[in-house]
């Protein structure tokens, strides 16, 4: 049974979206524990679009279960983990032009810099996870440059229009799985999930954690935050 967590990065897309001080990702990361979740996530991007870094040292400080700090592989944002010290890390690709993450590392090209930046993460003990296409040459290059896990990227299978496009994009996250358990790397899965879709990877039992956000927010906005990730909790822990 996976662990939940729940990326709170598009409460602050909303307060960013009137330059206002609501609503509160630091408010909202209480409400999520409270109501269950095993662990907070939220991504610093280069361009602040959403979390700040005030935000994100409140998080650290109130947060009682968790935090996952989603990240680039830079020098400014691996001086703010080291300061921070959150959880754990997941290094993700980044593009300015990009609406959301659009897919996972390319470890294999970038196996150099990105051993580089687990090393120095490594030094502050923060444990790195890397976000990763359902690859079986990317798992294996996360082992080499020495992550401690890997979080799968569930887009593809997310937005898989047909029946068996959906079976492809499956079949590659299980291979994917499969890889990461060989090599003994802890495995997380996230990237589209939401009340419909989540089902079938909750049945991967080798997945310690789903980490979700868009869907979750998206539906508090109806019907409120604490209701919307009980219901996830509900879904994942079936």
Known sequence: MPKLGVNIDHV??????????YPDPVI???????????GIVCHLREDRRHIQDRDLRLIREVVQTQLNLEMAATAEMIRIALETKPHIVTLVPEKREELTTEGGLDVVRLRSGLKKAIQRLHQGRIPVSLFVDPSVE???????????AVEIHTGHYCDAITPAQREREYKKILDAVEEATRHKIRIAAGHGLNY??????????????LNIGHS???RAVLVGLDRAVREMIALVRK
């Not at 909202?28 to 095993?38: F, P, S, T």
């Not at 798992?139 to 440059?145: L, T, Y």
Request: aromatic content about 0%; charged content about 35%.
């Open 216 to 218: 979750i927010i998206a």
């Open 12 to 21: 602050a897309t909303v307060r960013e979206a009137r330059g206002v001080a």
């Open 138 to 148: 990317q798992i294996k290059a996360a082992e080499d440059v020495g992550a401690d």
């Open 196 to 209: 419909v879709n989540v089902d079938r990877i909750v049945e991967i039992k080798e997945i310690e954690e």
């Open 28 to 38: 909202a990361a209480g409400i999520v524990e409270l109501a269950g979740a095993d």
